[in-house]
């Protein structure tokens, strides 16, 4: 988020000067009309952070350069004047492309703080050692903010939630849950290890989904291809000589010409439908219908559902605090496993029945009907024997190690059918174009 400053000043002549952070020019003027109106504020000046760059040197010294950020020019003269710099040029960076930060560059600045902190280092001199070590511009920036807005005294949901488009929603959250609790490593270390298997399972799914599909496409394309441009090249030969084709090779010229002739509304009839179900998918009622069903599709279906419940169960195992119904915890849970369907009956089933009706966790998560019987099982063992938490983080570890396991069955499986059906396209083309061998003039 862009920051801004204000200045400005009240009926009794006092200046006001406000920095505050805005999406846009245009969201920061509606907040700034908001605060003068009700405190009765005569604006002078709306100035927005910038990046400036200069040029300065000093006696017998060489040239340097570099950038600085500010909320005016003057600003960055009277800085560099104070140190003892003679100013060549100071000139405002109109064209700045910051990037992106790759989601192992997050990873790593997360990982890399639970191991610190676990040797007793304190957060501050973490955010300089990591801020040195990083290499991507985006993140130290991102870290040189975070470390201003902590000494500045700022609530955690404040310090990490601007950089949700870095961190994600969940480890933002997360994180702003972190430098308020008692175990400031424990939930950077289970931070990391969601975002470690949330890009672990990610990477599974598109080589058991994704890479088979584009695969299977690409044949299809090829004997398309094939049968509507190549084939018909060589049998009209055959055809302008007057010779009678054999039964595979006049059946294939046929399907051709109907392949030329209707190829637009074929191709319609393909990408119409397919393009209507993404866009509902993205809908919200969509992404709802989407994830209620898919969890009952067999084995990938069976897969996400666990993952999901293992996720749920991580989340709930670092926040949990063991005293109370904890309904903040088991609601970040529910937002965090993925699923849409499964966090709005967590929601509108489990927590309702505890606030409400005053129900109990395991008959209420099991109310749901969106947790499968180990989970159920586990969750109540550990509510008798009084180590709910401990047993939450079991089940994670479980499912875990369990998934892993049938996801690379699932792959293997895939790519067995990805190449059965190659072979028998393959085979399909050869045994079609040999045939053209057989044959031979009318007597």
């Keep these: 988020m862009a920051q801004f400053r204000l200045k400005a000043v009240s009926n009794g002549g006092k200046v006001v000067l406000k920095e505050f952070e805005a999406e846009n020019k245009k969201d920061a003027q509606i907040k700034v009309d908001r605060l003068t109106k009700t405190n009765s504020l005569n604006v002078k000046s709306l100035e927005q952070k910038s990046t400036f760059m200069f040029k300065v040197k000093r006696p017998g010294k060489p040239k340097l350069t570099g950038e600085q950020e500010a909320y005016n020019k003057e600003e960055v003269e009277k800085a560099l004047v104070k140190l ?21 560059e997050v990873v790593t600045f997360i990982s890399l703080s639970a191991d610190l902190l676990k040797q007793q280092l304190t957060y501050d001199e973490i955010l300089n050692l990591l801020y040195e070590d990083t290499a991507n511009k985006r993140m130290k920036e991102v870290i040189k903010t975070i470390q201003k807005d902590l000494k500045d005294g700022k609530e955690g949901s404040e310090v990490y939630g601007k950089h949700e488009d870095v961190f994600g929603k969940f480890a933002a959250y997360m994180l702003s849950v972190a430098s308020t609790s008692g175990n400031m490593a424990l939930v950077f270390e289970s931070t990391a ?23 299977v496409f690409a044949v299809i394309g090829v004997v398309l291809f094939y049968v509507g441009y ?40 393909i990408i119409g439908p397919i393009g209507g179900l993404v866009y509902y998918f993205k809908t919200p009622k969509g992404k709802l219908f989407l994830d209620k069903y898919i969890i009952k599709i067999p084995v990938i279906g069976d897969l996400l559902h666990k993952t999901s419940i293992e996720i749920f169960s991580r989340v709930f195992y670092t926040l949990y605090s063991g005293s109370g119904q904890n309904i903040e915890v088991i609601k970040v849970a529910s937002e965090a496993c993925r699923n849409t369907y499964m966090e709005k009956r967590i929601k509108e089933v489990a927590i309702k029945k505890m606030l409400k009706d005053g129900a109990g966790l395991i008959e209420s998560i099991e109310e749901t009907g969106v947790f499968t019987r180990t989970a159920i099982s586990r969750f109540r063992l ?44 393959l085979i399909g083309i050869t045994v079609v174009s040999s045939e053209s061998a057989v044959i031979k003039p009318n007597a």
Excluded: C
């Design 84 to 104: 003892g710099y003679e100013i060549i040029s100071i000139n405002k960076k109109f064209f700045e492309f910051k990037g992106g930060v790759p989601h192992t």
């Design 193 to 215: 290890k969601f975002l470690e298997r949330d890009a672990e399972f990610k990477k599974n799914l598109k080589r058991s989904l994704m890479m088979p599909a584009v695969t």
């Design 382 to 425: 550990g509510a008798e024997s009084g180590s709910l938490r401990e047993n939450a983080r079991q089940l994670a570890e479980y499912y875990e190690v369990q998934t892993t396991y049938r996801m690379q069955s699932v792959i293997d499986t895939i790519s067995l059918f990805v190449n059965l059906f190659i072979m028998i396209a």
């Design 230 to 269: 190549i084939f018909p090249a060589t049998a009209e030969l055959f055809v302008d000589m007057g010779i009678t084709l054999p039964p595979m090779t006049a059946a294939t010229l046929q399907l051709s010409y109907w392949l030329e002739a209707n190829w637009i509304t074929l191709t319609l009839s």
